[in-house]
């Protein structure tokens, strides 16, 4: 069992500076171990007797330095708890310039960090992932990112092999049995950036941005599926460079799918990794949100050329310098590229996760001290990438597009290959717009959680004008009114309905309590305290001014309004500053709903009400479902299942929407029993099914299925077309609910049948299925210490995070107490928020029951 150690806090001192790695590698992939050299030439401020650099899980077999010209050895001491190593020199290196020669050897490992394993069709591959702090997995080197560093890499592969790196190939030479692929120098990068991928690779023809060649990386016979990555990529590297108004740095773009990856993608500068689901895709099967994810993601990567590889954070505290930033970019440039996949409105469920996340007591501010790399890797959650990037929108909403844009070039020009704090960016913004960036700025990153506002008419005679009073939002009831008090500088966008159309108001209100007033002579009919759902706080609005909003819902609000408002109602029924009477009414009234984003975004409610409020198995369980099919029913029968010829995407999304809702929610027998005849016509026809319908129709099949079923799943998974297509069998089987079923997942999750990358999300399926869910806990619990080698720290903190969906209290005292014996520092305060979320659906259930069955009798 691992034991609990306390993470080290250990930093390298910034005396010792290395400016170039010069980096041979060996790997035996049939081996499973790797030999290297590295030559480093660091720059010292003073004389050193001892230099300590990072290294970990290598052997260092040499070391030595030059000085005055002569080769001196070095004493290695290995530092295991600082994964450092301090070289001991016989007389002090003088200051200035000097090299460092280091012969090491290194281990293939099975959990997805450093330079590891991974296996495809039955052959090997070797690929790294080194943010935040596993380079020195790979070589003794200087592994915290305002270390910036030239590399110039050669990799010796096998016949066969190909290599991969961050610069282009320079030039090959022929040795026995292979030969050595030497790559060009790279600008400064940070180590987290290092790239490496040697293997039996195949690549796409190049595709030329002036003269950029973007290449797509697989694993042999996936050639097919590169064309939508290519074309996604292109269009979005082109757009980046007229943001920034900076070429793109590095030489050629190499995107890699990884048949085994534990993040979505990496941006290593050059050579940018993904998750085969990510990166390759068949254009005829793949669904929208498919392919919309993928876009999305090679986009994100592609902004962090520049915002991260090119202009690097310098400590992991401003992790969200990189992350809110590419988050929002991405956002950006797929919706200027496709305006028809209207990506701002999907990005409200985002904002509306990290909501959630953030009224949490136990969230923490955007901008966070960081000590330790267990620290670092905690923040790679909600709260960094989509608050971050809605505090980045809310600034540029704030200074305007243009403004905004020309103080981020500013930014990119003066620290290019440098490293640089939050202030630097404030700094530039302010010279661009003219404006108080840093004031309005510092608060939201500094600042946990996020404000409630308030908001209703002045007192009477005060004409337009509106009473505001913000506080800070806690999902929990029992906070008590003085921890509440809280003020953000909070940009509020008022939109209205005037004689002629709606209108918006801006306004920058900086008061606990303010008044503000509408450009109108009287108040208007309807006002939305949040147009366009730009702002990341929620609106309490005045209850007879809500009715009235009610009533104009599908004239007065878009999508994207009308989704943030159902969410605000449904944060004030959790906060218990409304009754879920109020929200369930807010539900009905969208009962002819027919935007696909607001179908799916109720569907997270009322999945919450079914499943924690509502007893299983209980009368008041089935009257729930009863009145979701009753109200979302007829839209699907109208719809029928089957696409029309030349139907437009969003009614196929609007199809799907309701499949889910009333499948995956309300579990409709007769939706249930439609999923289940439409897989076989799907297994035996892959294009039979239209394709939105493949993920809802894999998944509800399996939870009406047999053991006859699960086998074919198990054959499909197998003899998957595409990457897609394999991950939906994969996670399905966690859906099924029989017993044998069960028993054979949980048998097979640590098997090489799941990849590694796969195991915490398939176990999360099973502790969401309510008839394996005890089992996949007490199955966590036994095999804890196989689990915790095998999957990757970030996996590890999604999955604690998940166990709320067990529900009965008796396992929030189980979980708390298997995580006081068995702590993981990266995941400590997942193991906070799940206990917090177990507590607030046990208060929300005893609050909000006797009112739901009151509801559903009122319309039984
Ligand atoms: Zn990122």
Redesign the pocket.
């Known amino acids: 069992m691992p034991t609990a150690r306390r993470p080290s806090r250990f930093r390298l001192p910034p005396d010792v500076r290395p400016t170039r790695y010069d980096l041979h590698l060996e790997p035996d992939l049939d081996g499973g171990t790797f030999r290297g050299e590295v030559r480093i030439a660091l720059r010292l401020a003073r004389p050193r007797a001892e230099i300590v650099l990072h290294a970990a899980d290598l052997s260092i077999e040499r070391a030595s330095a030059q000085a005055g010209g002569r080769e001196v050895t070095a004493r290695v001491r290995l530092v295991r708890t600082d994964e450092a190593v301090a070289l001991r020199f016989a007389r002090p290196l003088p200051a200035g310039e000097t090299t460092l020669a280091l012969r090491f050897v290194g281990r293939l490992n099975q959990h997805l960090r450093g330079l590891y394993a991974a296996g495809a069709d039955g052959r090997r591959y070797a690929f790294s992932q080194c943010e935040a702090a596993d380079a020195r997995r790979i070589l003794p080197c200087f592994d915290e990112p305002s270390f910036k560093a030239r590399f110039r890499v050669a990799i010796r592969v096998r016949d066969g092999e190909t290599a991969l790196s961050n610069g282009p190939v320079e030039g090959e030479e022929a040795v026995p049995g292979g030969r050595v692929v030497r790559f060009a120098e790279t600008p400064p990068l940070s180590t987290y950036l290092l790239a490496l991928a040697v293997g039996q690779l195949e690549a796409s023809a190049p595709r030329l941005l002036g003269p950029v060649p973007i290449r797509v990386w697989h694993v042999p016979g996936k050639g097919r599926l590169t064309d939508f990555a290519l074309e996604a990529a292109a269009e979005a590297l082109r757009r980046l460079q007229d943001y920034f108004d900076i070429p793109y740095p590095y030489g050629k773009l190499d995107l890699v799918a990884v048949p085994d990856f534990e993040a979505g993608a990496m941006?290593n500068a050059g050579a940018v990794f993904f998750r085969e689901t990510l990166l390759l895709l068949d254009p005829a099967t793949a669904s929208l949100a498919e392919r919309k994810r993928a876009a999305e993601v090679i986009a994100?990567?592609l902004a962090?050329m520049w915002y991260?590889d090119l202009v690097t954070m310098a400590w992991w505290d401003d992790l969200w310098l990189?992350?809110a930033f590419?988050?929002w970019m991405a956002y950006r440039v797929v919706d200027d590229w496709r305006p028809e996949w209207r990506m701002w409105q999907g990005f409200e469920h985002d904002r509306a996760g990290a909501l959630a996340m953030d009224a949490l007591a136990s969230t923490h501010p955007i901008y966070a001290v960081v000590h330790s790399v267990a620290e670092a890797t905690e923040n790679f959650d909600a709260i960094t990438?989509e608050k971050g990037a809605a505090v980045v929108r809310m600034i540029e909403h704030y200074l305007g597009p243009d403004a905004f844009r020309d103080g981020v070039r500013r930014y990119m020009r003066r620290h290019r290959e440098g490293n640089t704090v939050a202030a630097d960016l404030w700094r530039a913004l302010e010279e661009a717009s003219g404006k108080p960036v840093a004031r309005v700025a510092q608060a939201w990153i500094a600042q946990p959680g996020f404000p409630l506002v308030s908001v209703a008419p002045a007192r009477a005679g005060a004409g337009a004008a509106l009473a505001v009073h913000q506080e800070r939002f806690y999902a929990d009831p029992g906070v008590p009114a003085a921890r509440r008090r809280a003020k953000w500088p909070l940009p509020l966008v008022v939109k209205w309905g005037g004689t002629d159309g709606a209108a918006t108001e801006r306004f920058l209100v900086e008061r606990v309590r303010d008044t503000v007033a509408l450009p109108t002579g009287a108040l208007p009919p309807w006002y939305f305290a949040n147009a366009a759902a730009g702002g990341f706080y929620r609106v309490a609005h005045d209850p007879a001014d809500r009715a009235a909003l009610l009533a104009a819902l599908g004239s007065a609000l878009t999508p994207v309004e009308r989704l943030a408002l159902a969410g605000d109602q449904w944060a004030l029924v959790r906060s218990a500053r409304a009754s879920i009477e109020s929200f369930l009414d807010v539900a009905d009234a969208l009962g002819e709903e027919t935007d696909y984003d607001v179908l799916d975004g109720i569907a997270g409610p009322l999945d919450v009400i079914d499943e924690q409020v509502a007893e299983p198995g209980s009368a008041m369980q089935a009257g729930f479902r009863a009145w979701i099919a009753r109200r979302f029913g007829p839209q699907l029968e109208r719809l029928g299942w089957a696409a029309a010829a030349g139907e437009d995407d969003p009614t196929r999304l609007r199809r799907a929407a309701l499949v889910r809702l009333l499948g995956g929610v309300a579990e409709a027998p007769a939706v249930l029993a439609e999923a289940r005849r439409r897989l076989d016509v799907y297994l035996a026809d892959r294009g039979a099914l239209e394709p939105n319908l493949a993920d809802p129709v894999v998944s509800l099949a399996a939870r009406v299925g047999d053991e006859a079923l699960y086998e074919r799943y198990r054959a499909a998974l197998t003899a998957a077309a595409t990457p897609q297509e394999r991950r939906r069998f994969l996670l399905s089987l966690g859906s099924f609910r029989t017993r044998v079923t069960r028993e054979r997942t949980l048998a097979a999750v640590l098997t090489p049948e799941i990849p590694t990358q796969d195991v915490a999300i398939l176990l999360m399926r099973l502790l969401a299925n309510p008839a394996a869910g005890g089992e996949a806990w007490k199955f966590m619990t036994r095999k804890w210490g196989a689990l915790r080698r095998r999957i990757p720290p970030l996996m590890i903190s999604r999955l604690v995070e998940s166990t709320p969906a067990l529900r009965e209290p008796r396992y929030a005292r189980e979980v708390a107490r298997f995580f006081r014996a068995h702590p993981v520092p990266e995941a400590r305060r997942a193991v906070r928020q799940a206990l917090e979320v177990f507590r607030l659906n046990a208060e929300l259930r005893r609050r909000t029951a006797p009112g739901l069955g009151r509801w559903l009798a009122a319309r039984a």
């Open positions: 941006e994100h990567e962090h991260g990189n992350e590419a988050t990438y």
